[in-house]
């Protein structure tokens, strides 16, 4: 069974960074596409970053693009996200998620439909 457990979430003022990080279970995590995604109150799950199996293609959300970056460590089975300048408006539950791969571009992989497991979620809070 694949489990997925994310860290890194916290308070933070409006102008900081965090590193989030999301440990994967099991043998076969250098094969998952990996995404992170991020759940605000009263808003839908939405997309915010994915990567492939090599960690050589990655894809953003328009609203992240430029100031997140995912990457991911397979020796250590993890994948990251680097969330700078953040703004109170990124205030939101962020999910990591692993999928089977199909295609070999991150833009494939945009959607929560693509991802078999989900890990229980960090909670982000950015104070103005």
């Known amino acids: 069974q694949v489990q997925l457990v994310e860290s890194g979430g916290g308070l933070v003022q409006a102008g900081g960074s965090l590193r989030l990080s999301c440990l994967v279970s099991?043998?076969?995590?250098?094969?998952?596409?990996m995404g992170w995604f991020r759940q605000a109150p009263g808003k839908e799950r939405e997309f915010v970053a994915s990567?492939?199996?090599?960690?050589?293609?990655?894809y953003y959300s328009d609203s992240v693009k430029g100031r997140f970056t995912i990457s991911r460590d397979n020796d250590k089975n993890t994948v990251y996200l680097q969330i700078g300048i953040l703004r109170p408006e990124n205030t939101a539950v962020y999910y990591c998620?692993?999928?089977?791969?199909?295609?070999?571009?991150?833009?494939?992989?945009?959607?929560?439909?693509?991802?078999?497991?989900w890990g229980q979620g960090t909670q982000v809070t950015v104070s103005s």
């Open positions: 998620a692993a999928g089977m791969a199909t295609y070999y571009s991150a833009s494939a992989y945009d959607s929560s439909q693509d991802y078999r497991y």
């Open positions: 099991g043998r076969a995590f250098s094969s998952y596409i």
């Open positions: 990567i492939n199996w090599t960690g050589r293609s990655t």
